[in-house]
């Protein structure tokens, strides 16, 4: 049974750090790509970050480029650092893998249950 396990949430000020680590099992995962992302209250899930099978080409959203960095920590793990945060950073971020390293959240095969990031003012 293939699970997908985020750890690493929890409750930061803001310009504050979280480093957010996504452990899949039940499963090869080797050629699957691996991403994050979250979803707020009251809005829908939005797309986060990606990286390819391999750890050499990642994506980011514009909202988070340069402030989150998504790495593969071997082949079925995978972390976001996340820094300087922000209140709207907020939301429960899911761990998701599929073939096609790409934006849609429909694209994806596996997901995890979510850890929640809570990012005060």
């Known amino acids: 049974q293939v699970q997908l396990v985020e750890s690493g949430g929890g409750l930061v000020q803001a310009g504050g750090s979280l480093r957010l680590s996504c452990a899949a099992s039940?499963?090869?995962?080797?050629?699957?790509?691996m991403g994050w992302f979250r979803q707020a209250p009251g809005k829908e899930r939005e797309f986060v970050a990606v990286?390819?099978?391999?750890?050499?080409?990642t994506y980011r959203a514009d909202s988070v480029n340069a402030r989150f960095t998504i790495s593969r920590d071997g082949a079925s793990a995978v972390v976001l650092q996340m820094n300087s945060l922000k209140p709207e950073d907020t939301g429960v971020y899911y761990c998701?893998?599929?073939?096609?390293?790409?934006?849609?959240?429909?694209?994806?095969?596996?997901w995890g249950q979510g850890t929640q990031v809570t990012v005060s003012s």
């Open positions: 998701a893998a599929g073939r096609n390293g790409v934006r849609d959240p429909l694209e994806y095969d596996y």
């Open positions: 990286t390819n099978w391999s750890g050499g080409s």
């Open positions: 039940g499963g090869t995962f080797s050629k699957y790509a």
